[in-house]
């Protein structure tokens, strides 16, 4: 196969005898064009490039195959395989320079950041980004009660090289990483560029993403954002009186004292109807089953109760006051209704049976 930046390149049939080698010296991005694409090709790509030396492969985040290699003089190539807009299989090639690695840890402005927003114990290790500091801004959500404002820091004159080796440090550290060696145009213009997307679950039950995005081929975004807040039940013990308004006009006219549940967090969403109410905790634990069956909680002679398949199920025993029959429901949101990678409590309140 012909040679990109002077490394000869692992031969891969393109559907073609005679592929069209191409460069764009404006991107310093090279591309060999074949002929109609075909998805055996991945499969193809990954033994082919997995059976050479020094290249480590990967899926393409929207599609495709990429692979990246380290070389001798600590350069690397980035490689993707994907259908170009014409059809063809085509690979995509560019190459990092090597970066010089002078630091081991965080300075103490961005330490000082990160242990602010994340807390001590989850500090993400230090990573090598080309700055000698990070000055963090904040961004706000406004989607669920788990979600903080994420902090983003954007880098210019970037050498893409160290989203590898961030990728190498956090998987290393136990994070569940997605990298791409190269995406192409992510943005909606010409980038050619990794893209890193990664998450680890916390001791305290929040879980900590952390996303290299490029915004160009020498710049990119780093999102930074925290999902829940530290499972502690003695923070709480009792609802907001917006939640206790609405249980109240649930419930009607009753004597009965609905029992307090703690959700992971103090800051619940609710959404609610005439019917139900669906308060949205911050952080599951599994003591929260067993603290339901407690007798401070439902196991006071009100309520008729079981645990089954994780989830808390119970309706009154009699009807106390003027109060219709209530149910109620908590258990462990499912994946359409977990957000941002962490399982959140969730606890229905209905007039009716919960279906």
Request: proline share 3%; glycine share 6%; hydrophobic share 35%.
């Amino acid at each position: 196969m012909n040679a990109a930046f002077g490394e000869v390149l692992p031969y891969f049939y393109l559907n073609s005898e005679n592929p069209n080698w191409m460069k764009d010296s404006f991107l310093e991005v090279y591309y060999l064009v074949g002929n109609t694409y075909n998805e055996k090709m991945e499969t193809l790509f990954d033994d082919v490039f997995s059976s050479e030396k020094g290249w480590e492969v990967f899926s393409g985040i929207s599609s495709g195959k990429t692979a990246v290699k380290m070389l001798s003089d600590s350069s690397s190539i980035r490689i993707r395989l994907d259908k170009a807009y014409s059809g063809n299989a085509t690979l995509y090639m560019e190459k990092d320079e090597a970066v010089t690695l002078t630091k081991s840890s965080w300075d103490e402005s961005s330490l000082s950041q990160l242990e602010s927003y994340l807390g001590k114990d989850n500090v993400l290790p230090y990573l090598e980004l080309g700055v000698d500091s990070l000055s963090f801004s904040e961004k706000k959500s406004y989607l669920f009660a788990n979600r903080e404002p994420s902090k983003t820091v954007s880098l210019s004159d970037y050498n893409h090289l160290y989203t590898y080796l961030a990728y190498q440090t956090l998987k290393k550290d136990g994070w569940k990483v997605t990298y791409s060696a190269l995406e192409v145009e992510s943005t909606g213009s010409n980038v050619y560029a990794p893209l890193l997307l990664a998450s680890k679950k916390n001791a305290d039950k929040t879980v900590t993403n952390f996303n290299i995005v490029p915004q160009s081929n020498t710049s990119v975004s780093i999102y930074l954002y925290r999902n829940g807040t530290p499972f502690d039940p003695s923070s709480s013990s009792s609802y907001s009186d917006e939640v206790k308004s609405a249980i109240s006009s649930l419930i009607g006219d009753s004597s009965l004292a609905f029992p307090y549940v703690y959700l992971g967090s103090d800051n619940l969403k609710m959404t609610k109807t005439a019917e139900q109410i669906s308060l949205y905790g911050g952080t599951w634990d599994d003591s929260i089953l067993s603290s339901l069956t407690s007798s401070s909680c439902f196991d006071n002679g009100d309520w008729i109760y079981e645990v089954k398949d994780g989830v808390f199920s119970a309706h009154l025993a009699k009807l106390i006051g003027g109060t219709q029959d209530i149910y109620v429901e908590v258990y462990k949101a499912d994946s359409g209704e977990n957000y941002y990678g962490m399982e959140l409590p969730l606890m229905v309140i209905s007039k009716k049976p919960i279906q």
